[in-house]
T-cell receptor, first 111, second 114 residues
Framework: GENVEQHPSTLSVQEGDSAVIKCTYSDSASNYFPWYKQELGKRPQLIIDIRSNVGEKKDQRIAVTLNKTAKHFSLHITETQPEDSAVYFCAASGNAGKSTFGDGTTLTVKP | EPEVTQTPSHQVTQMGQEVILRCVPISNHLYFYWYRQILGQKVEFLVSFYNNEISEKSEIFDDQFSVERPDGSNFTLKIRSTKLEDSAMYFC????????????FGSGTQLSVL
């Protein structure tokens, strides 16, 4: 089955700096790669996603890049703010809809 | 904006008891899922359900677990005889026909097995 690895497990940045989280996946059949932000006790909230026919996608301060050949994708957050502090999960999914999640990255943005 | 709703938000039960977690998916969605998240860990897939049958299940989803769509709106997860290690947050999710991999998560049910 699919295996998703996520790094780093924790990331601390100064407000205004950029944050980058990286994931690799194993199943070449995976074609959908969402990123979720999860605050304590809350549901995972989709913040951006990318499909395998696209290499990069941007939404304001958030961008995702995908390298299908290397089977890795990354989340980039620019101009970080304290409210960006949360746990971020990457995931990989195929046509059946089952998503395999990474282990999560705890992002702390220090004011 | 339509949402997936889950009840109850918290459930406390004794080991060995049966629990039923309830979900109301978004009304025009046709794919339904249960995921769980043990405190401090990642979100894990349990089961997917489409066209009134299980389409895929994980190793976690053993004979103690079952799912049902008893009517046109509810989707339930039953744990027949709960164990301590079943304590987790259980998330229901639903997806549309054409983009079923895009998940819409409910707010979760925190299950505590004592």
């Amino acid at each position: 089955g699919e295996n998703v690895e996520q790094h780093p497990s924790t990331l601390s940045v100064q407000e205004g700096d950029s944050a980058v989280i990286k994931c690799t996946y194993s199943d070449s059949a995976s074609n959908y790669f969402p990123w979720y932000k999860q605050e304590l006790g809350k549901r995972p909230q989709l913040i951006i996603d990318i499909r395998s026919n696209v290499g990069e996608k941007k939404d304001q301060r958030i961008a995702v890049t995908l390298n299908k050949t290397a089977k890795h994708f990354s989340l980039h957050i620019t101009e970080t703010q304290p409210e960006d502090s949360a746990v971020y999960f990457c995931a990989a999914s195929g046509n059946a809809g089952k998503s395999t999640f990474g282990d999560g990255t705890t992002l702390t943005v220090k004011p | 904006e339509p949402e997936v709703t889950q009840t109850p938000s918290h459930q406390v039960t004794q080991m060995g008891q049966e629990v039923i977690l309830r979900c109301v998916p978004i009304s025009n969605h046709l794919y339904f899922y249960w995921y769980r998240q043990i405190l401090g860990q990642k979100v894990e897939f349990l089961v997917s359900f489409y066209n009134n049958e299980i389409s895929e299940k994980s190793e976690i989803f053993d004979d103690q677990f079952s799912v049902e769509r008893p009517d046109g709106s509810n989707f339930t997860l039953k744990i027949r005889s709960t164990k301590l290690e079943d304590s987790a947050m259980y998330f229901c999710a639903s997806g549309q026909l054409t983009t079923n991999e895009k998940l819409f998560f409910g707010s979760g049910t925190q299950l505590s097995v004592l």
